[in-house]
């Protein structure tokens, strides 16, 4: 017969029911919700197979039984609703009443709390949620003061402290919330809890952001994606989605996008139905609202909108309904036809929902609806609903302020009254300020205009009605490039950031070698891609900017620009216009089609770079060559013939807007041979020109490997000038030419380089050694001067909103070089030689840049595409 295995002892059945709760909540913590419910319930059917007599086994039994009845309360509550786990909770109380112990009472009624707590918060209802963990907090104190074994009880404490800080974090209590996280960091370190101590960490990087300091929230997630790297922990989802909602605080949508891009597959591999994934996918949603990708904002916010339901978390579901409501709107906005029954709807949405508790998105909808009512000419239904929504507080999200003060204008617009209009322009752009002057990294600086875009769009159009020249000159300097208002104060001293470039670099030349070699690449390839995402997320908040100067008024322009003429380019809706600022006179020129402008422009750029290449077969030259003349004379009868009155025979400033950043000006008929210099704003130039030349400052000129024209070139400017400092092919190491660099007074360097399309600031410089990229010039002590890239089209690669221009040669004007000459398009080596000899030739004699520039490219315009960027003082 067989032997009859004796059943398990109470003893080994609470041991198991142990181990079955443990593994419950390691299933939870990395998203397995379902399998955590599964072993949960293994767990509580095994205890209900014992039945223990001794006293102390029994109270050991019901400890156990008391704490999976409660993490399945906490779980249950996901899948089948808020009022389950809550009812659920509730039974455990009577639980616990019957047990003994005071100290276990005390724990086990802390741990009720504690998930009671934890349930309402992820439902919203905050404040009932405070309430209990306050009651846990009291309940976990009284059992470490009456214990002799502290360490039993101090992760749950910790968790514990980890939900106070986040609620106090949304009510806005964060005095509070610091307190308790800071006490949660510390208990954790004492009692070495390294994965607690980082999630605190990651808190307190959500508590600077709610308190608006970007660049601190970042720092903050840097130092706990560390942490979870070293860790190999799994809650890198979370820290992408905290990072995402910084980045798009900070304005820089497409880099939040590209962050949770890379979290929400994982997330969805991991569990379909976390309520993490709901909170990815909305914040998903908003990124493509705010890059016009209304589309897949929609597909996010239904997507977020239907798991958020299940959890019973109205917050949530309300601010994916409120995304919705801001795609139709958007769309209804631009297509110039409201219906009737979309603003009734985004009202109706307002009014259902609760307050206070939502107070802030129904007044977000309302906001909706006063624009649509405006569109459709229903201006006192539209005032009837903006007296409605209220005054920002104190931690008001900064999109909320932007969007209550372009109402207000588009109102004040609609009721005749400009004035008020602009006034509220004005008060919205100094909101902004507020919120740029805590940025940052020049990529947090540049990103925060797309806030205030639709405000400043507002303002042009407004006062270019107003038709007063002067006017529209101060507005469009104080909507525009606000990023070279900043003066840095510090140079990159994050050695992160230094150690993780430098791998880039390394991993750079080893992909091109493997090239070379005709090795496989891939892997190479994925680890550079990766080091270089991480750098981007260190350089987000690298450095510090002082505060921003004053934007330039029109006299002081008028008198900086002497006999020179100064010509800003504004596109307002499609139309094109220029501002010409001569002899202290402002005029506005109205130019046609901004879009046609931008097309003509990029289809010369598409001729001059087939024209790049050396040794093109004769027909090929004969035929883009006429086709670029075309585009050439097509886009100077357009923006620039027009103001030939104006300007007449003057060097010229140009400010550009857009895709006329493009424009290679030396290219156009009416520019051959006429200086020009191209700055981001009138600001921005006059600051450059403010800034004295060096007359200590040293020349270097560097010629990297892989250049054959250039090995003439070279020697040829060492004959221009010479005192000159040249470092030339393996010597010319990314060390030795930013040594170089420091303090120089004129900065040569011949080397192909490369833009990086998702972040222009790591936009690079191939020298021997590997690359040299545009953040590194933020460690200067002191900028060169002047600089000339000679090889490589990395002028203003990348525009923002608000026309905020970034590239190698942005990052050298952002901190503090006064000049710099770049192509804007290819350039082949044996052009770029014998431009840049002239160049010299000229710089030697004594001209200015803008000067020695003008007569190189006349030489031969469409192959010598360059342009001075900044001032030419």
């Not at 001293?493 to 993780?500: F, G």
């Not at 908040?541 to 900086?560: D, F, I, M, T, W």
Request: glycine fraction near 8%; include cysteine.
């Amino acid at each position: 017969m067989p032997v009859t295995k004796p059943p398990p002892t109470a003893a080994q059945v609470i041991v198991r029911a142990r181990e079955l709760h443990r593994a419950a909540v390691d299933a939870y913590c990395v998203g397995k919700q379902g399998q955590a419910i599964q072993l949960a319930q293994q767990g509580t059917e095994l205890l209900d197979t014992a039945a223990p007599a001794d006293p102390a086994v029994k109270e050991e039994w019901l400890g156990v039984k008391i704490r999976l009845a409660c993490s399945l309360a906490a779980l249950v509550a996901e899948t089948d609703g808020l009022a389950v786990g809550l009812s659920r909770l509730d039974d455990v109380r009577s639980l616990i009443a019957t047990v003994a112990d005071p100290l276990d009472r005390a724990e086990l009624t802390a741990n009720v709390d504690n998930n009671y707590a934890v349930l309402l918060l992820g439902a919203g209802r905050n404040e009932e949620s405070l309430k209990s963990l306050d009651s846990s907090v009291s309940q976990q104190e009284r059992c470490l003061t009456d214990t002799d074994d502290p360490r039993r009880f101090i992760e749950p404490f910790v968790k514990t402290l980890a939900s106070v800080g986040l609620v106090c974090t949304r009510l806005g209590l964060l005095r509070r919330a610091r307190e308790a996280l800071t006490r949660g960091i510390t208990l954790a370190v004492e009692y070495d809890l390294p994965a607690r101590a980082a999630d605190l960490e990651r808190m307190l990087g959500t508590l600077e952001l709610r308190g608006g300091d970007v660049p601190a929230a970042l720092r903050r997630y840097e130092q706990c994606d560390r942490a979870y790297r070293d860790l190999d922990e799994a809650s890198v989802a979370l820290l992408r989605m905290g990072q995402a909602h910084a980045l798009l605080t900070a304005g820089l949508a497409d880099e939040a996008g590209n962050h949770l891009d890379e979290a929400l597959p994982a997330m969805r591999e991991q569990d379909s139905a976390s309520r993490d994934l709901a909170d990815a996918e909305l914040y998903r949603a908003t990124a493509a609202l705010l890059t016009d990708d209304l589309d897949l904002a929609r597909t996010m916010a239904r997507s977020a909108h239907q798991r958020m339901q299940q959890f019973g978390c109205e917050t949530c579901v309300a601010n994916a309904n409120l995304i919705s409501l801001r795609v139709d709107t958007l769309l209804a906005l631009r297509s110039g036809t409201v219906p009737g029954s979309l603003p009734d709807r985004v009202v109706r949405f307002a009014d259902s929902l609760p307050v206070p508790k939502l107070t802030d998105q129904a007044a977000t909808a309302r906001m909706l609806a006063v624009r649509l009512e405006i569109r459709r000419h229903h201006t006192a239904r539209a005032a009837e609903l903006m007296e409605q929504v209220a005054r920002p507080g104190r931690l008001t999200p900064i999109d909320y302020r932007m969007l209550r003060r372009l109402c207000r204008a588009e109102l004040a617009v609609a009721q005749g009254e400009p004035g008020r209009a602009l006034r509220q322009v004005r008060a919205g752009l100094a909101e902004l300020d507020q919120v740029r002057d805590r940025m940052g990294g020049l990529e947090l600086l540049s990103g925060t205009a797309l806030h205030g875009q639709e405000l400043a769009d507002l303002a042009i159009r407004l006062v270019l009605r107003d038709a007063k020249p002067r006017r529209v000159f101060g507005w469009l300097e104080r909507t525009r490039a606000q990023t070279y208002r900043y003066e840095p104060m510090s140079g990159l001293d994050n050695p992160e950031l230094v150690e993780c470039i430098a791998e880039v670099r390394t991993l750079t030349q080893s992909v091109h070698q493997a090239k070379h070699d005709g090795l496989p690449t891939h892997a190479l390839q994925a680890r550079r891609a990766e080091r270089l995402r991480e750098a981007k997320r260190l350089g987000w908040h690298a450095g510090q900017r002082s505060k921003a100067r004053p934007v330039v008024q029109v006299a002081e322009v008028a008198r900086a620009l002497g006999e020179r003429a100064l010509v800003s380019f504004v596109a307002s809706q499609d139309s094109l216009l220029a501002v010409v600022l001569v002899d202290g006179d402002v005029r506005v020129a109205r130019l046609g089609s901004a879009a046609e402008a931008g097309k003509r422009a990029r289809m010369l750029n598409v001729d001059l770079n087939a024209l790049a290449p050396d040794h093109l077969p004769v027909p090929m030259v004969q035929v883009v060559s006429a086709s670029a003349r075309k585009q050439a004379d097509q886009v100077d009868s357009q923006i620039v013939r027009p103001l030939g009155q104006l300007i007449g025979g003057r060097d010229v400033v140009i400010v550009p807007t857009g895709a006329l950043y493009g424009v290679p000006w030396g290219s156009l008929p009416s520019m051959h041979g006429r200086p020009v210099v191209v700055a981001p704003s009138a600001t921005a130039w006059l600051a450059a020109e403010r800034i004295g030349t060096r007359p200590d400052g040293h020349t270097v000129l560097v010629r990297s490997l892989g250049l054959p024209a250039a090995v003439g070139e070279i020697g040829k400017l060492g004959a221009h000038h010479g005192t000159a400092r040249l470092i030339a092919g393996h010597d010319a190491t990314v060390t030795a030419v930013l040594e170089a660099l420091d303090g120089a007074g004129l900065a040569h360097i011949a080397a192909h380089g490369a833009h990086e399309p998702e972040n222009a600031l790591f936009s690079r410089l191939e020298l021997a050694d590997g690359a040299l990229f545009a953040h590194e010039i933020a460690g200067l002590n002191q900028p060169p001067r002047h600089v000339v890239l000679a090889a490589c089209e990395l002028a203003l690669n990348r525009i923002r909103p608000g026309d905020e221009a970034l590239g190698f040669a942005s990052a050298l004007l952002a901190n503090g070089s006064k000049t710099v000459v770049a192509p804007l398009s290819r350039v082949g080596d044996q052009a770029a030689a014998a431009a840049m000899d002239d160049y010299h030739r000229r710089l030697a004699a004594g001209a200015r840049p803008a000067v020695a520039l003008a007569d190189a490219i006349a030489v031969e315009p469409f192959r010598r595409p360059f342009v001075c960027l900044g001032s030419s003082g």
